[in-house]
């Protein structure tokens, strides 16, 4: 049975909704000058790419690229735990903003429309790789252009797919969602926990 795993992500959020369900983790992130060449996963969208398949694959490729970090710093074998999060609104793909305009375009897109919040997770113990995939529905509001400037100036759209935080003040943006909460956050914790128990991390049980 497996005691503990790595994460292979930067993400907060992801670090607070692991503790939240008591997995026990350390951090697997590239340090600084360290394999340069493999420091990011390519994110580029495929030509005619579907969003399923774009958020998966980036995830699997996380998953396997963690898994290599592992073996060059010669650390314990355990499974290597990756996410992936981004949005689909009318069939396009939209990531973190590159800039405080970026994220204002965005959030005018997504003002009084549905979007697709789409999270892959995957893991890989070096003998195999598997993932899963949550996709939940999120509706905003009408929002007026003053407060969606007062929101980026706030600085908490630009690390976040889709330019908002659901945990965070765009909270008050949001009319309804069906879907997973933990998975628009960045970490869907039903699939989280059913594959743990695949590679040998059972949660409350």
């Keep these: 049975m497996v005691n503990r795993i790595y994460l292979a992500s930067r993400s907060p959020r992801r670090r607070e ?3 939240q369900i008591g997995v026990r983790f350390e951090l697997l992130v590239f340090r600084g000058g360290e394999r340069g060449e493999d420091a990011d996963v390519d994110e580029t969208p495929f030509p005619d790419e579907s969003v399923e398949r774009y958020v998966e694959r980036i995830a699997l490729s996380k998953a396997e690229a963690g898994f290599r970090r592992l073996r060059w710093r010669h650390l314990p074998n355990l499974p290597v735990l990756a996410a992936d999060t981004t949005l689909e609104l009318n069939g396009q793909i939209i990531g973190k903003p590159e800039s405080a305009a970026d994220a204002q375009a965005i959030l005018e897109r997504l003002s009084g429309r549905e979007h697709r919040v789409l999270t892959a997770i995957a893991m890989s113990d070096g003998e195999r790789t ?7 529905q999120v509706r905003f509001r009408k929002l007026e252009t003053g407060e969606i400037r007062s929101y980026v100036a706030t600085g908490e759209p630009m690390d976040k797919a889709g330019a908002y935080g659901i945990q965070g003040r765009a909270a008050v943006f949001i009319e309804d969602i069906h879907g997973s909460y933990s998975g628009i956050m960045g970490l869907p914790l039903f699939e989280t926990a059913q594959l743990l128990d695949t590679f040998g991390y059972p949660v409350l049980k």
Excluded at 130 to 136: D, F, H, Q, W, Y
């Design 130 to 136: 598997r993932s899963a995939l949550s996709i939940s």
């Design 17 to 19: 909704l692991l503790r």
